[in-house]
Every structure is written in structure tokens, then in C-alpha cells.
């Protein structure tokens, strides 16, 4: 009994891990991107041209903005995901002392397999939380990606054959 608790202990911790890299990952990708892509946008000739009244011109930056914040929220809530409660482990200074020495080995057991148990849930219940925020925040980075790109897209388009050729 205790050895399978200890195993679900390891898997716990191993998805806990899991959970860390998918996030550090969406995390990296979002700031890249946006690291590439806004230096990539002609801001002076969106200022030159924002008394336009294309609105083909309007909905673009309103795409781009509202991707930038899609990502912006994505990556707090992954960020989320790191500032959740720490995750439990054992209490190894209670297992030397005298009174757990001097109790037989099946009482032992079953106080580890308790406080086993007790962690597990602890720990499963963070990686839950975990996983939500990080499943949130992938929803969010998608539809951040789509309304960013598209509207960025298009706003060169607008650009070009509106702005450059009147």
C-alpha cells in the first residue's frame, strides 16, 4: 500500500513538473512573438492615417489590440500557474523522533501511507488549479495569435492599397 501511494506521489509531482514546461513554453512563445511582431508594425503611418474614416483601418487595430491583450492575460494567467501554492512534500524532520522510532512497523506504515495521502491530495489540488489556469491561458493564447496576426495582416494591406496609391 504505501509503495503505490508513493508512486502517485512521484506522478503527482512528474505532472506538477509537466505543467511547469507547458507554461514556461506558451509563456516564451508569447513574449517572442511580440517581441518580433511590434517592432514589425508601421506605427508612424497608423498615426499619420488615424483620422481615417476606413473602417477596414479601425477593425485592424482593434484586432491587434485586443490580440495583444488576449496575450497579455494569457501569459499572466501561466504566470498564475507559478504563483499558486508552493507543493507539499514530506515532513522528514518528524520521522526521526523518538516516538515514531519506538512504534512497530505496521503503525509506521500507516501514519507514512496517511501523510502521504494527505499531500497527495494537497498536491493534486494545486495541479488542478494549475492546469485551469494553463488551459486558460492556451484558449487565450490562440485567439491572442488569431486576432493579432490577422488584424496585423490586413492592416498592411489596408495600408498599402489604401494610403499608398490616394
Aim: net charge neutral; proline share 1%; glycine share 8%.
Amino acid at each position: 500500500m504505501l509503495s503505490s501511494v508513493m508512486d502517485e506521489y512521484t506522478k503527482e509531482k512528474q505532472r506538477s513538473l509537466s505543467l511547469d514546461t507547458k507554461a514556461a513554453f506558451f509563456m516564451t512563445t508569447i513574449i517572442g512573438v511580440l517581441t518580433f511582431l511590434f517592432p514589425k508594425l508601421p506605427f508612424k503611418r497608423i498615426i499619420d492615417n488615424i483620422t481615417t474614416d476606413n473602417f477596414i483601418f479601425y477593425g485592424c487595430l482593434f484586432a491587434i489590440i485586443l490580440g495583444t491583450g488576449l496575450l497579455i492575460w494569457a501569459f499572466w494567467k501561466m504566470l498564475g500557474s507559478y504563483q499558486l501554492v508552493s507543493y507539499k512534500g514530506i515532513n522528514i524532520d518528524g520521522l526521526g523522533n523518538k516516538e515514531n522510532m519506538d512504534c512497530d512497523r505496521h503503525d509506521a506504515q500507516e501514519g507514512l501511507c496517511k501523510n502521504y495521502v494527505e499531500i497527495l491530495r494537497k498536491n493534486a489540488d494545486v495541479n488542478d488549479k494549475k492546469a485551469k489556469n494553463i488551459k486558460t491561458g492556451i484558449e487565450f493564447v490562440f485567439w491572442g495569435f488569431i486576432f493579432l496576426f490577422s488584424g496585423t495582416i490586413v492592416l498592411f494591406f489596408t495600408i498599402e492599397m489604401y494610403f499608398n496609391h490616394g
